[in-house]
């Protein structure tokens, strides 16, 4: 059972519905349940080109602020977060700790007196090959990152975001799994011809998205790529006739397209714990993920899943063979993850405990 008390809830983040992201998703997700269960949830985030200063979404307060995108929907930077226009929260709520909405809502939280609970996603720092790129993550981990991480009451998404929060000066770090809707995600699947593979996330280079394309060049599948971003234009140049791009969809349109498919591919090289690969579980795919992040606390290797390591091209297309060619290998890496997810990532489990270490 969650704490009886009802509290006034700020939460800052980058970026929000309708855009389109495993944080945002974990945002919404945990601010709608909240408000479902009597708590008031407002949400600060960046305001995009046609999107509304304020709106409600799901009881959600949203508070659009002006921002710089400077990597388009991947890191935003506020010209100014209008703390003054939202009665004072009992708790601040922030996410990620290399983005300056998470600095300077702890520093408010702080100023003012008011309990600060941090989720941290990530797990590790992405092997950047641009040296510029690198250079900057690595001052964003040692000045705000660190600053965050040791300022706050730090929650991590998986037991690897909470080894690394330590890493870089949390005190302690409660694992507050990310989740998935089974009930959305019922497990329903459509018949369809062929073996086909589904990926479903933003298009950038850090989901691997054309290891993907490389593994699959030649094969007899189909590959429904789900999703948009900066990268796409490179995918499709790459991109062989077996493969389908289909755009970004909705939650609705991405449980279609799983319920359509065979196998999902995760080839990220980072992650907390991927919700595409919760989701592709609670649909029953046989799923082979980068072995990034907390995606091992999701998937035993050759038991529910496979796990490969990121960039490994060669052994990525040997695993998707051996699911193309073994249906009753498909079906009891599904069943077997599916039984995981249904039982370890539940949101009513994960909101109860929440709630308590917000009180």
């Known amino acids: 059972m969650g704490v009886k008390s009802k509290m ?20 919404w997700q945990t601010a709608r349940r909240l408000v479902e269960r009597g708590h008031s949830v407002t949400v600060l985030t960046s305001r995009l080109k046609g999107m509304k200063e304020e709106e409600v979404i799901d009881g959600i307060s949203v508070i659009r602020c002006p921002s710089w995108d400077v990597l388009p929907s991947r890191f935003s930077i506020p ?32 100023r003012h007196g008011i309990r600060w609970l941090h989720f941290e996603h990530g797990s590790s720092q992405v092997r950047y090959d641009n040296p510029i790129v690198r ?7 040692s000045s705000i990152g660190r600053w965050v991480l040791k300022n706050a009451k730090v929650a991590g998404v998986s037991k690897a975001s909470c080894e690394f929060a330590r890493i870089l000066g949390a005190k302690a770090c409660e694992v507050l799994y990310n989740c998935v809707d089974t009930k959305f995600f019922n497990g329903k699947r459509k018949g369809h011809k062929g073996v086909v593979i589904v990926f479903a996330n933003r298009l950038i280079i850090e989901k691997g998205v054309h290891d993907l394309i490389s593994a699959a060049r030649n094969l007899d599948v189909k590959v429904l790529i789900v999703g948009a971003g900066p990268y796409e234009s490179e995918l499709r140049a790459m991109a062989g006739p077996n493969v389908e791009f289909v755009g970004e969809k909705d939650a609705a349109g991405v449980r279609d397209a799983m319920a359509s498919a065979d196998i999902l591919v995760n ?39 496979f796990l490969i390591k990121p960039k490994d091209v060669n052994i990525l297309r040997e695993r998707i063979l051996m699911l193309v060619k073994d249906s009753k290998l498909r079906e009891k890496f599904g069943r077997g993850l599916q039984k995981k997810v249904r039982e370890d990532f539940d949101w009513e489990r994960m909101l109860d405990k929440l709630e308590r270490e917000l009180a």
Do not use: N
């Open 8 to 27: 006034r809830i700020l939460v800052l983040a980058p970026y929000f519905l309708p855009v389109k992201g495993g944080l945002i998703s974990f945002v």
């Open 135 to 141: 250079f900057f993550a690595w001052l964003a981990d």
């Open 267 to 305: 080839p990220s090289y980072a992650e907390g714990l991927p919700t595409m690969v919760l989701e592709g579980g609670a649909m029953g795919l046989a799923v082979v993920a980068t072995d990034v992040g907390g995606t091992r606390e999701v998937i035993e290797d050759g038991k529910t899943g």
């Open 79 to 110: 010209l100014g977060i209008p703390f003054d226009r939202i009665p004072r929260p009992d708790v601040v709520i922030t996410h990620t700790r290399f983005y300056l909405w998470s600095f300077f809502g702890g520093r408010f939280a702080k």
